[in-house]
T-cell receptor
């Protein structure tokens, strides 16, 4: 079974540019989560999709962040325009059930805004 | 609100020493899951263990062991006879366990960096 795939693995962009991160969950997993770890701090929840619907986006920091999940398959997280404080590692996870179990994380995308 | 505290930001040990990572949590959920993840230098998050709040039995897996104390809201992790390959950041995390429409997101602690020196 393929795991959760994220790309790119690294991205370096200039402040003000746009970056789009992609996550391919495990096939059949309805739940898809985005998390990020900024500046060596704790990993924080961004949002949760159930299929193509946003179930909880309480962790999205501001309107520069836009997440989509087309057809309930892969998801993208766009940052536009990127700011220096957006630098960090963005993790995606998927799970089959709605309970807090069975999370599988991707390898993360390291975003550096310069 | 849920909260996970890992008071130790960094621990340095010499190979073969034991190392214990502390994790204290807060939650209003009556049922919940506790997790430990490892983040090696390569960056991915590696699942280590999930513990249901109903199960207070301690668990051992090879050189890893976990001590769940519901009375003190702690879920500590011990690496016995540490090895250089254990060097990583370790995260404790918490989620609710009830099935609910909003799902159950993970709340992470700040992580503890473990450095095992040869």
């Amino acid at each position: 079974e393929a795991g959760v795939t994220q790309f790119p693995s690294h991205s370096v962009i200039e402040k003000g540019q746009t970056v789009t991160l992609r996550c391919d969950p495990i096939s059949g997993h309805d739940n898809l989560y985005w998390y990020r770890r900024v500046m060596g701090k704790e990993i924080k929840f961004l949002l949760h999709f159930v299929k193509e619907s946003k179930q909880d986006e309480s962790g999205m920091p501001n309107n520069r962040f836009l997440a989509e999940r087309t057809g309930g398959t892969y998801s993208t997280l766009k940052v536009q325009p990127a700011e220096l404080e957006d630098s960090g590692v963005y993790f995606c996870a998927s799970s089959q059930g709605q309970q807090g179990s069975g999370y599988t994380f991707g390898s993360g995308t390291r975003l550096t805004v310069v | 609100a849920q909260k996970v505290t890992q008071a130790q930001t960094e621990i340095s040990v010499v190979e073969k020493e034991d190392v214990t990572l502390d994790c204290v949590y807060e939650t209003r959920d009556t049922t919940y899951y506790l997790f430990w993840y490892k983040q090696p230098p390569s960056g991915e998050l590696v699942f280590l263990i999930r513990r249901n709040s109903f199960d207070e039995q301690n668990e051992i897996s090879g050189r890893y062991s976990w001590n769940f104390q519901k009375s003190t809201s702690s879920f500590n992790f011990t690496i016995t006879a540490s090895q250089v390959v254990d060097s990583a950041v370790y995260f404790c995390a918490l989620s609710g366990a009830m099935i609910k429409a909003a799902g159950n997101k993970l709340t992470f602690g700040g992580g503890t960096r473990v450095l095992v020196k040869p």
